[in-house]
């Protein structure tokens, strides 16, 4: 006899997931609350200066981290039961989202671009955009765990973001002195697909 899965169950999965990426980009903010002290005898300015790298790797990782969680939101509110396989993703998402403050770090604490850490940074994210990508299409797959509503346009994976990821990954290695200011490529997904709509919008015409 196949488990029973409950709406409390699932409620409990999201709940849980929620706490979990809450924990992570709390973690965030550590760095600088171990740097703070030093504000006793320097001002805020001198502060930023010092620690500038801190500050801007806590500011991406927060925004990235939101980000995947707000995707992480959408796609459960189109979720209306769950399997072992969904869990088991879920946890697989998870785990790669609570090591941004780990890999974070690596990224903040060292003095110039290291293409080692600079790789295990974007690596992460790499593989929050994988796994994401990965939740989506078994989603996809499995029309009877959404809701009847639900068009496979509303859980499309961002597989143009994994490739952006993988490209920049390859860059910072490659080019070590942007390090990850390649990144800033992950601004261009949004545009690429309000172009591929209006290239099928102009082939269905």
């Known amino acids: 006899m196949p488990p029973v899965r409950t709406e409390r169950g699932l409620d409990r999965l999201v709940n849980f997931s929620d706490a979990v990426v809450a924990i992570a980009i709390t ?4 760095p600088l609350v171990d740097a703070a002290p030093s504000l006793a005898d320097r001002t805020l300015g001198e502060f930023l200066r010092e620690n500038l790298s801190m500050v801007l790797a806590f500011g991406l990782s927060f925004m990235l ?16 039961d769950y399997d072992a396989t969904l869990a088991r993703l879920n946890v697989i998402w998870l785990a790669v989202v609570v090591l941004v403050p780990f890999t974070q ?7 110039s671009s290291r293409p080692d850490l600079d790789g295990m940074y974007i690596g992460n994210l790499l593989a929050i955009s994988v796994a994401t990508v990965v939740l989506e299409r078994y989603l996809v797959r499995h029309p009877e765990l959404l809701r009847d509503n639900v068009i496979h346009d509303d859980i499309r994976p961002p597989v143009v973001e994994a490739v952006l990821l993988a490209l920049v990954l390859v ?20 545009p690429i697909r309000q172009l591929s709509g209006r290239l099928r919008v102009r082939r269905r015409g």
Not at 65 to 80: A, D, N, T
Not at 105 to 111: F, I, N, P, R, W
């Open 27 to 30: 973690l965030l903010v550590l």
């Open 65 to 80: 981290i939101s980000r995947y969680w707000l995707r992480h939101h959408l796609i459960f509110e189109h979720v209306r």
């Open 105 to 111: 770090y690596g990224l903040s604490a060292a003095q």
């Open 171 to 190: 860059l910072a290695v490659l080019v070590p002195r942007v390090g990850p200011g390649w990144l800033v490529l992950l601004l261009l997904p949004k």
